[in-house]
Structures are given as structure tokens and as C-alpha cells.
């Protein structure tokens, strides 16, 4: 007789008891491993990281030279940390970031955000000078200036305004390169006013002799090269082109005798012609005389700052 | 015997002359698709500067100057500042000015904004 408590229908849907047994130790093994790992099999896996790594490694991608990945991890630290006391470091760093990848746009724009309320606060002072030197860089000198003379009526740290007077004797010293003098006494005047406490740290004495070797230069007169072009290739002779002004005389005076010859033996048309490309050639003469007039003191000029920058760092 | 008048000799002279500056070329491939402005540089860009070849030791090459100085200020200085560039090409201008590598071969720097920026200043 078959004795069961069970409906046999049920019965029939129960498995048999070795296979249970069989099964326990495997149920159990999966609880233990779901105890000691709880991500496991979850869709939450991997680490939790909290502010303190975020900023650690958008820091390090800046030191690692990429900024557009620094960017995206700032931007991520701030999204993510609004609390974070470094936040506002990160909002300049994110600043810094742009200004690497020249954005100057939104770099200024990041700046910018730092400026008021004015505090000696370092990162308020350096955001003045980074944004400065975007303006620099996006070819505004007059902004760029404005900001720095803005920051120096602002300030009353002595260290700070040696800075700016730094700064802005360097820009005057590279804008002088358009070579208006009252660039180089604005550089001087700059430059002079720096303490003698950080005479040493901005170079004062060393950017001062650059002014002067400058102030030195024995100039080419662009009037002398263009009068001197009359007759062709003194001009560039002045200048101290001589294969220049060699070629330039041969093939003037080649053209002119060429045009007179051809009026002379009565065809005015070759004449007119030669004449015609003669007048091209000599009034190129006369211009490239003036041009390398002026290119030579540029170059002089550049000469002298190339110098300077590599002995000293601009602090801008 | 060939027998030459004295104005036949001058005009072999000039032309002679004038030759190394108009060889001044650029690299045709280039040229070609910088359609040039003015119908005489398309017609150099086009017949001339494919068959003399790549050889000019300036960038930008003489005729891509002579288009940008027209295009910048107009035929008559552009004509000027063509002829000034072509007197130059090659010579001295390549101690002075500094040196790029285009096509893996060492050229002069030498733009229209290096000699017009005296009396020029871009808008």
C-alpha cells in the first residue's frame, strides 16, 4: 500500500530527497557569497568615490598635462561636491583648464567670477592675473592692462602690487615692439616702482639693462632706405642686404637700359612694356628698402627681449 | 649666320633676366586649388607654375604672396610688394627671417603681414 501524508498529485511535483540533499549545500554556498560580497550580482557594482578622490584625480590629470580630461573631472567634482570647501579652487583650476585649451572666452568668463567681492584672498588676486593673461593671449592688451590696474588701486599688499608693476612693465616691454618709445619709458616707470625687497625676485635689474641695450640699437632710418632706393639697391645695401641690393641694382639697371634701348631704336610699344614692368621692379625697390628698414630694428628689438626671456620668467 | 639687331640682343637679355623671377614657383597641386583672383595669376596658378615645378624657397610661395598682397591692398601695391617679394626670394631673406619645414623640405617664413606691418594693420 502506498502510505502518504501528501495529495499525490502534489506528491508527484516534490523532487526526490537525495536530490534535495544534494541541493542544500549549493543554496547555502550561494547565501554565504551573497553575505560576504553584497554588490554581488547587483547592478550597483564597482567602488563609491567620494569628493577627496574626484579632486584628487582632476588634480592629477592636470599634472598629467591633459586638461580636457581635468576639465571634465572638475566640472564632475563640482556637479557632484557643490558643499566641497574646494570647490571654489576647482571653479579656478576649471578656469586654468580652458585657458590651456584656448578657450579664452570661457576662461575669462571663470575668471570673472572671482573678481567680486574683491579680498586679498589668493585665489581672488590670482584669478586677476590669469585673466590678464588670457587677455594677453586673446591679443587685448588694453583689457588685459585695465585688469591689472584695477587690481592694483584694489589691493594693499605691497607684494601684490610688486607683482603687478612686474606684469605691467613686461606687457609695456612687449608692446614696444611696435616700436613706439613711449612704450619703453611706460616699461621703465613699471619696473622702477617694484620694492626693493623684490627687486630681485622680478629681476628688476636685468629687465632694466634690456631697456637700455634696447634704448642702444643703432636704428635703420626707413627715410634714409627709401631716399637711398633712388638710386636701386642702396636702399637695401643701407640695410645690410647685399645680395638683395645686388640683384636689385642688376635688374633695374637692366630693365631701364632695356626700355631706353627700345624707345631709341623706335619700337615704343617694347618700350612702353619693359618700362611698364620696370616701374613694378623699382617701385619695389623703394619699398622693400623701407621695409627692411624697419624689419631690421624689429628684429634687433626681438633679438634683445629673446634674450631677456630666456634668462628671466615674464610673470605673466 | 645669325644676325641680330642690338634690340633683338636686349630683349633675349631681358627676358633672360626676368626668368629666374617668374621660375619662382609654388607647388602646382597647391596653386591649382587656390583659384587665383586676378585673371593673370589664374593664368600662371594654371599653364605656368605645373610645368616649372615646386621650387620657390619661400612660404608662402611668390605667387601665393602676390595674391594675398593684391587681395590685401589692391593691384597696385600688391604689384608693388609682388615685385619687392620676387627680388628677395631666396636671398637674404632667408638669413633674416626664420625657417619652417613644409613637405619635409626647410623653407623662409616670409607672409605679406612680415613686410606690411609698418603701415598695415589687419581690421
Known amino acids: ?316 | 649666320m645669325l644676325h641680330c639687331t642690338r634690340q633683338e640682343v636686349w630683349v633675349i637679355f631681358v627676358l633672360i633676366m626676368i626668368t629666374p623671377f617668374i621660375a619662382c614657383a609654388g607647388n602646382p597641386d597647391v596653386e591649382k586649388k587656390q583659384t587665383g583672383s586676378h585673371p593673370i595669376l589664374g593664368f600662371y596658378e594654371r599653364f605656368i607654375s605645373p610645368v616649372d615645378g615646386d621650387r620657390c624657397p619661400m612660404h608662402p610661395t611668390c605667387s601665393a604672396y602676390t595674391r594675398e598682397a593684391v587681395q590685401r591692398h589692391g593691384l597696385f601695391m600688391g604689384w608693388i610688394m609682388a615685385c619687392d617679394r620676387l627680388v628677395r626670394c631666396g636671398r637674404d631673406e632667408t638669413r633674416i627671417s626664420p625657417d619652417i619645414i613644409k613637405n619635409k623640405e626647410r623653407t623662409t617664413l616670409d607672409p605679406v603681414s612680415a613686410n606690411d606691418f609698418w603701415w598695415y594693420k589687419e581690421p
Open chain 1, 1 to 316: 500500500m502506498n502510505r502518504t501524508f501528501l495529495n499525490p498529485a502534489i506528491g508527484r511535483l516534490v523532487p526526490p530527497l537525495p536530490f534535495i540533499l544534494l541541493f542544500i549545500p549549493v543554496i547555502l554556498l550561494t547565501l554565504l557569497i551573497l553575505d560576504v560580497n553584497p554588490g554581488f550580482g547587483s547592478e550597483k557594482k564597482g567602488i563609491y568615490i567620494d569628493a577627496d578622490m574626484q579632486y584628487e584625480y582632476a588634480q592629477q590629470c592636470f599634472k598629467d598635462n591633459d586638461p580636457s580630461l581635468a576639465l571634465v573631472e572638475l566640472k564632475r567634482f563640482t556637479h557632484f561636491f557643490p558643499g566641497d570647501r574646494r570647490v571654489p579652487e576647482a571653479l579656478f583650476l576649471t578656469g586654468k583648464a580652458y585657458y590651456d585649451l584656448e578657450k579664452y572666452g570661457e576662461a575669462v568668463k571663470t575668471f570673472e567670477t572671482f573678481l567680486f567681492p574683491f579680498s586679498e584672498d589668493s585665489l581672488v588676486i590670482e584669478s586677476y592675473f590669469m585673466m590678464a593673461k588670457t587677455f594677453q593671449k586673446m591679443g587685448r592688451e588694453g583689457k588685459a592692462e585695465t585688469v591689472l590696474q584695477n587690481l592694483l588701486l584694489l589691493t594693499d599688499e605691497i607684494a601684490t602690487k610688486d607683482r603687478v608693476h612686474s606684469a605691467l612693465g613686461w606687457m609695456a616691454l612687449k608692446q614696444s615692439q611696435s616700436m613706439d618709445p613711449r612704450d619703453l619709458e611706460r616699461a621703465e616707470v613699471n619696473i622702477n616702482k617694484i620694492t626693493s625687497a623684490r627687486a630681485q625676485e622680478y629681476s628688476k635689474d636685468r629687465v632694466n639693462e634690456t631697456i637700455s641695450s634696447i634704448r642702444q640699437i643703432k636704428k635703420k632710418s626707413p627715410t634714409i632706405a627709401g631716399l637711398s632706393a633712388v638710386f636701386p639697391g642702396m636702399g637695401f645695401l643701407y640695410c645690410e642686404r647685399y645680395q638683395d641690393a645686388l640683384i636689385s641694382f642688376l635688374l633695374n639697371t637692366a630693365l631701364i637700359l632695356a626700355a631706353h634701348e627700345s624707345f631709341d631704336n623706335g619700337n615704343p610699344a617694347l618700350g612702353g612694356a619693359i618700362a611698364f614692368v620696370e616701374a613694378g621692379f623699382y617701385a619695389g625697390n623703394i619699398y622693400g628698402s623701407i621695409s627692411s628698414a624697419h624689419k631690421f630694428n624689429l628684429l634687433s628689438h626681438q633679438r634683445n627681449l629673446e634674450l631677456l626671456e630666456r634668462t628671466v620668467d615674464p610673470p605673466l
